[in-house]
């Protein structure tokens, strides 16, 4: 319990000086978030235009494609309010910093994990949820226990971006390469913003079972719209927590593999 709260409070204060660090350029600030306004924007306008051609896409309609769309950027926002130390780790390893890290007296995820919250995302993730939460709403047939297990499906789903970002640490300690690794992990989650079913054999399967972007992304909506089954669901816990304890093993890896600056 004493760890625990070391840590949280360790947390705490790096979340203070990551605070701090944003505001220091208000102007950055304000185009930073206009450029996602702006992106946001447009793949809204691209799904419309998609259903300006037809009503439904492999059986889904435009509002519940729009939930898929918004789970998906609180997906990814989540992950880049918690994760955003993942993107300067790389200069941690080349630098010799993560030495002092692993030295400290507390866990190194910490430090290099979560220890650069993005507050600036926050702003961004409160409107997605509020959208998200008036088009399920006025679906007609809106079921509180759908909002209570689509929520653990999100959980379940950050478990599984936690891993994935926990092999990216591991790989930039094997490798020291963490720029490419992320930007490909980002690339390849973006095929989630659409329901899998778009997609073909055996590109579906590939990335629904060996990569788990359909389980990560569409897992949550499936859950809310009443279409996941009980073995479906099943199947998503047990890749979420065997990628967790695979990324935790591969972690473990390369920690052995780490030389440490000047050995």
Same mark, same amino acid.
Not at 101 to 119: C, M, Q, Y
Not at 173 to 194: K, N, P, Q, S, W
């Given at each position: ?64 494609? $729009? *939930? @898929?769309? %918004?789970?998906?950027? =609180? &997906?990814? +926002?989540?992950?880049? !309010? #918690? ?67 689509? $929520? *653990? @499906?999100? %959980?379940?789903?950050? =478990? &599984?971006? +936690?891993?994935?970002? !926990? #092999? ?96």
């Amino acid at each position: 319990m004493n760890t625990f709260l070391k840590n949280t409070r360790i947390f705490f204060l790096l979340a203070q000086f990551s605070l701090k660090t944003t505001f220091q350029g208000k102007v950055g600030v304000i185009f930073f978030l206009a450029g996602k306004a702006i992106r946001v924007i447009f793949i809204f306008i691209f799904i419309a235009l998609l259903f300006s051609r037809t009503r439904l896409i492999k059986g889904y309609t435009f509002d519940q494609v $729009i *939930l @898929f769309y %918004l789970t998906y950027n =609180i &997906l990814d +926002t989540l992950s880049q !309010i #918690l994760y955003r130390e993942v993107y300067r780790f790389r200069h941690l390893v080349l630098s010799g910093g993560l030495d002092m890290v692993l030295l400290k007296p507390f866990h190194p995820f910490i430090r290099v994990l979560l220890g650069g919250i993005d507050f600036l995302d926050i702003v961004l993730i409160v409107p997605f949820i509020g959208i998200a939460l008036s088009i399920y709403l006025k679906s007609g047939n809106p079921h509180l226990s759908n909002v209570f297990i689509y $929520i *653990l @499906f999100i %959980l379940n789903s950050m =478990i &599984l971006i +936690t891993a994935f970002h !926990i #092999l990216v640490l591991a790989l930039g300690i094997v490798t020291t390469e963490v720029d490419h690794t992320i930007m490909i992990y980002r690339d390849i989650t973006a095929m989630g913003r659409l329901p899998m079913e778009i997609y073909k054999e055996p590109i579906r399967g590939f990335f629904t079972f060996i990569i788990p972007i359909g389980v990560m992304m569409g897992t949550p909506v499936q859950a809310l719209l009443g279409l996941l089954t009980f073995k479906t669901a099943g199947i998503a816990f047990l890749i979420s927590l065997g990628g967790l304890y695979s990324s935790l093993l591969f972690w473990k890896f390369a920690l052995k593999r780490y030389q440490s600056w000047g050995g």
